[in-house]
């Protein structure tokens, strides 16, 4: 009776863990800009793959493009409060353009 509670105490919280490290896919495209808005001004921002991909940011706003050749890669940012940010990055024909980022348990999530 003991394992079984242990067995499914693990279970329960491998799986917790497992849903918080997911990172949120962002949507690129060469013809159109995909945005990102923050909930607090921007102080770093890198792009795993910057040969295939074009970023720039203001406050809290950061701008994204990519081309057909870009493979999935990562989108780093940090804001002036210290929150840090990690995403996927991926090329799709038609993308979602505008991504608004909340904090929420220290994770971030988008606000459709």
Known sequence: MLLKKVFITMTF???VIALSSQQLTIEVCEFKTSHLIFPDRI?????????RGLFDFSESMLKIKGDSTMRQTNLTVITENQDYYS???QYRKYPKLNYFIEKTNNTPAINH
């Open 87 to 89: 995403f996927q990055v």
């Open 13 to 15: 919280l491998l799986l």
């Open 43 to 51: 102080i770093y921002a890198d792009l795993g793959d910057d040969e």
